[in-house]
């Protein structure tokens, strides 16, 4: 699965280098010095070093010192760190909790950090005892890939049986005293997996083993009854809030194709464009933040991983939800960055008039700024990828009529050469600038995801899962989870901006162009200039015109290009 969107993803990386890269005609936009974005909003660049690690990402020199927590009381429980702070500069916490046992158990240790294991050894160490609590984060890592091995389901029933094999839970005459040590230990550790991967609890294998091992705590005293109950509401809440969702998600097609109908009644109605909407550009790119940070948050951690497992025996079991839904989140806003990117090039093709063509132009390269101001890097991308795309490169007499030195400045943050170096500074800043934010505003860090998904894949493709000896290579798992963790902090950031109904409505379902539709457009307004061109043209031209469009967008295009029909 995410092989599939590495794939689409490296076209439009490619695409981009080569508009970055292309020799600019003279009539058109040109190809001088471009200076470097004033880096001033983030100015705590210079106060940490960074350097690169090995699989290409950029990470700092020196990260916030790791929670240290107390030793596990009878009374107190450790409370889960922010992810900001699980991970130091080697990629990996040192685990505070390492016991002899396992050190000569399975587990294998270098300068007291956990390197590699035999899967059983490492579930083991998975699950808390009366002494012992696992460091968060090896909760989180472990939890994160151990899906590469086996599924969810049969991790949750392994350490059920252990809780209840080594603690005794299921008998009635065990000592009240070790119940009230492991109990609260036990059911902190199911909080921290509802809490961080709760789209698990999907699969009702997963829910009843939660529920069982739930009821064994909840038999105790009264206290654990009301946390047990608490962790069940709060898991519910998070499964309900996910369904619905995804249910807005599959209605935002026919949302579109129903909206054609009322359109075509009112063609005057088709004049709307997006300037007409929302004439002000930083207010759009505060609601394309809205949009961004609210699809960021329902993409779970686990998904990343489980785009990595290959198809198998366990794959033909019904009972467990679909290859589809596992990563069902990540594909929808992959979807959104394309749809963004069709949508900017529709608005600047769609206008019949070279000024009003300039204009859309001028004006997306405003909003493109302001997302960068924001932190907005995945929306920013999606705006200069649009403008990018040969049908509105192409248009040379609409670009001269263009003050393209912003524009050229953004694309000069965003050039790929060198693995994105310029983007990757920007986004150390501005993560930087989240970690000691005073307001909501500065907390927003939304990166390119795209190229934080080829991050990922090539991580996971460049590092063998097991090492010879059988046993797992953990230390690819530390930098895994590092890099899901900084994703998972940025996520869980709220939008402070005020949402506007009407501009987040038109941004989500109006129609965009196809591919071919969009060169039709950019024909009627500049034709042709090579036999390339006329060629296209005229093999377009030929086609069923409807047969080139999505099926939202038909009605939409023939009421406003209808000179394109013959």
Not at 19 to 36: L, Q, T
Not at 143 to 158: I, N, Q, T, V, W
Not at 256 to 273: A, C, F, G, H
């Amino acid at each position: 699965m995410l092989t599939q969107i590495f794939q689409v993803t490296t076209i439009k990386l490619k695409c981009l280098r080569h508009c970055c890269n292309r020799k600019m005609d003279p009539c058109s936009r040109k190809a001088s010095h471009i200076p470097e974005i004033s880096l001033s909003l983030f100015p705590f660049l210079q106060e940490q070093q960074w350097k690169p690690s090995m699989y290409g990402s950029i990470t700092p020199v020196c990260f916030p010192s790791p929670l240290i927590e107390k030793p596990i009381g009878k009374e107190s429980m450790p409370q889960t760190p922010p992810f900001s702070a699980m991970f130091d500069s080697s990629g990996y916490n040192r685990n505070l909790y390492q016991s002899a046992e396992d050190s000569c158990g399975g587990l294998y240790y270098h300068d007291n950090n956990l390197l590699s294991g035999s899967l059983e050894a490492l579930i083991q160490h998975l699950v808390p005892n009366v002494d012992y609590y696992p460091d968060r984060t090896y909760i989180f890592t472990f939890l994160l890939s151990s899906r590469l091995f086996m599924h969810p389901y049969e991790l949750m029933a392994k350490v059920c049986h252990l809780c209840v094999e080594h603690q005794r839970l299921s008998d009635p005459d065990s000592d009240k005293n070790q119940m009230r040590k492991i109990a609260p230990k036990i059911l902190q550790l199911l909080t921290e997996w509802t809490e961080t991967f709760p789209y698990d609890f999907r699969d009702e294998r997963m829910m009843r083993n939660l529920k069982d091992l739930a009821h064994r705590i909840a038999s105790g005293e009264e206290t654990y009854r009301k946390n047990v109950q608490q962790m069940m509401q709060c898991l519910i809440r998070k499964l309900a809030a996910l369904s619905q969702y995804e249910e807005v998600l599959a209605k935002i097609s026919s949302t579109s194709t129903d909206r054609l109908t009322v359109l075509k009644t009112k063609p005057q109605s088709i004049q709307r464009d997006i300037i007409t909407v929302c004439n002000d550009p930083y207010t759009l790119a505060q609601q394309l933040t809205h949009i961004e940070l609210e699809r960021l948050n329902y993409i779970g951690p686990e998904e990343f991983v489980q785009a990595f497992v290959q198809k198998g025996p366990l794959d033909n079991d019904k009972s467990c939800y679909s290859e589809r839904k596992k990563t069902r989140n990540l594909e929808a806003y992959v979807e959104w960055f394309n749809r963004l990117s069709y949508l900017v090039a529709t608005e600047i093709c769609m206008p019949v008039k070279k000024k009003h063509r300039a204009r859309m132009i001028e004006y997306f390269i405003d909003v493109a700024r302001e997302c960068f101001n924001i932190g907005n890097f995945n929306s920013l991308m999606a705006i200069i990828s649009g403008m990018n795309m040969s049908p509105v490169s192409r248009l040379k007499k609409t670009w001269a009529k263009v003050k393209t030195a912003k524009f050229d400045i953004l694309e000069h943050q965003m050039d790929p050469s060198s693995n994105f170096y310029n983007y990757r500074t920007a986004l150390r800043g501005a993560a930087q600038r989240s970690l000691t934010a005073h307001s909501s505003r500065e907390k927003i860090v939304i990166p390119f995801f795209s190229l934080l998904i080829k991050d990922i894949y090539f991580l996971n493709e460049g590092c063998a899962n097991r090492l010879p000896n059988g046993h797992v290579n953990f230390e690819k798992f530390w930098e895994l989870a590092k890099q899901v963790s900084e994703f998972m902090t940025w996520k869980q950031v709220e939008c402070p901006f005020e949402r506007d109904r009407k501009i987040l409505q038109y941004l989500i379902t109006v129609p965009v162009f196809s591919e071919d539709a969009l060169y039709l457009a950019s024909y009627e307004s500049e034709g042709p200039e090579n036999h390339i061109e006329k060629d296209r043209w005229k093999s377009l031209r030929w086609v069923s015109f409807f047969s080139l469009l999505h099926k939202s967008e038909r009605n939409w295009l023939y009421l406003k290009k209808p000179t394109c029909v013959l």
